[in-house]
């Protein structure tokens, strides 16, 4: 009984990969993470098999986002992020080793939490901001925290949107441009799970079961976007990532409410 709804609860969070790819509601990826860890904790598996199960389904999500958007992206952008992004994931790739699970699980939902709150702010926040042009020197600290904070919870969607946002780029741009780095980013990242074992044979077999749920979620945000108020939907994630994070912080034992 728990072993199917393990199943189903990490097939969720990796359905949110697609939905957010296909441009529906924003950051839903945000949400995969937790879900995920969740799920495999309550079958005995650490948050870190979750990450590293994440990843590559992130980097197939990646490729299909890649090739609707192609050429449709600020260049400008990714030259800015890059430097801080490298050396952000080389820090955050060590801290796999220095963080126990409970403290890597602690991080991971308070990042989701962080995350809710940040979309539940950020109209406020960039009410008052002006537009501005991006630079190396703004850009390496920003890329640096979405380094750090994507390879611990493949969480660097608000500091991303954060240096983005101000930009007041067309809809199409941001969101290509967005991919754009998010791809870079992942692939980044690849070499250093692989190093360190986050990445493994295992992974990689579990997350092949659930490879087909990306294409699918992609498929599903489209008809989404077509049919759906994006507004009482986000509402809903939010407060089911903010509900996962909470759980993550606290360490409840998940796996009680469904025996």
Same mark, same amino acid.
């Given at each position: 009984m728990l072993e199917w709804k393990t199943t189903m609860l990490a097939a969720?969070?990796?359905? %949110?990969?697609g939905l957010s790819k296909a441009g529906f509601g924003?950051?839903?990826g945000m949400l995969t993470t937790p879900l995920c860890v969740l799920a495999f904790g309550a079958g005995g598996k650490p948050?870190? %098999?979750a990450v590293g199960v994440i990843l590559p389904l992130l980097c197939a999500g990646d490729a299909f986002s890649l090739y609707h958007y192609w050429g449709k992206w600020e260049k400008r952008n990714l030259r800015c992020l890059l430097p801080g992004v490298i050396v952000g994931v080389a820090v955050g790739s060590q801290l796999f080793r220095a963080l126990s699970d409970r403290a890597l699980n %602690?991080?991971?939902g308070v990042i989701a939490m962080v995350f809710v709150l940040f979309q539940l702010a950020k109209e406020w =926040? %960039?009410?008052a901001e002006g537009e501005f042009r991006p630079t190396a020197l703004i850009g390496l600290p920003f890329g640096f925290g979405a380094g750090v904070t994507?390879?611990?919870?493949?969480?660097?969607g608000p500091l991303v949107t954060m240096f983005l946002v101000p930009q007041k780029l067309p809809k199409e741009i941001f969101v290509g441009t967005t991919v754009l780095v998010f791809t870079w980013i992942n692939w980044i990242k690849v070499p250093f799970f692989v190093a360190n074992d986050v990445i493994t044979w295992e992974t990689l077999r579990t997350g092949l079961y659930y490879f087909p749920l990306v294409p699918l979620g992609v498929w599903v945000g489209v008809w989404l976007?077509?049919?759906m108020s994006e507004k009482f939907f986000l509402n809903a994630v939010y407060a089911i990532t903010f509900l996962a994070g909470l759980q993550l =912080?606290?360490?409840w034992d998940v796996s009680r409410l469904w025996r």
């Amino acid at each position: 009984m728990l072993e199917w709804k393990t199943t189903m609860l990490a097939a969720l969070g990796v359905l %949110f990969i697609g939905l957010s790819k296909a441009g529906f509601g924003g950051g839903l990826g945000m949400l995969t993470t937790p879900l995920c860890v969740l799920a495999f904790g309550a079958g005995g598996k650490p948050a870190m %098999f979750a990450v590293g199960v994440i990843l590559p389904l992130l980097c197939a999500g990646d490729a299909f986002s890649l090739y609707h958007y192609w050429g449709k992206w600020e260049k400008r952008n990714l030259r800015c992020l890059l430097p801080g992004v490298i050396v952000g994931v080389a820090v955050g790739s060590q801290l796999f080793r220095a963080l126990s699970d409970r403290a890597l699980n %602690f991080w991971i939902g308070v990042i989701a939490m962080v995350f809710v709150l940040f979309q539940l702010a950020k109209e406020w =926040v %960039f009410r008052a901001e002006g537009e501005f042009r991006p630079t190396a020197l703004i850009g390496l600290p920003f890329g640096f925290g979405a380094g750090v904070t994507s390879t611990i919870a493949h969480g660097a969607g608000p500091l991303v949107t954060m240096f983005l946002v101000p930009q007041k780029l067309p809809k199409e741009i941001f969101v290509g441009t967005t991919v754009l780095v998010f791809t870079w980013i992942n692939w980044i990242k690849v070499p250093f799970f692989v190093a360190n074992d986050v990445i493994t044979w295992e992974t990689l077999r579990t997350g092949l079961y659930y490879f087909p749920l990306v294409p699918l979620g992609v498929w599903v945000g489209v008809w989404l976007n077509r049919r759906m108020s994006e507004k009482f939907f986000l509402n809903a994630v939010y407060a089911i990532t903010f509900l996962a994070g909470l759980q993550l =912080v606290l360490g409840w034992d998940v796996s009680r409410l469904w025996r």
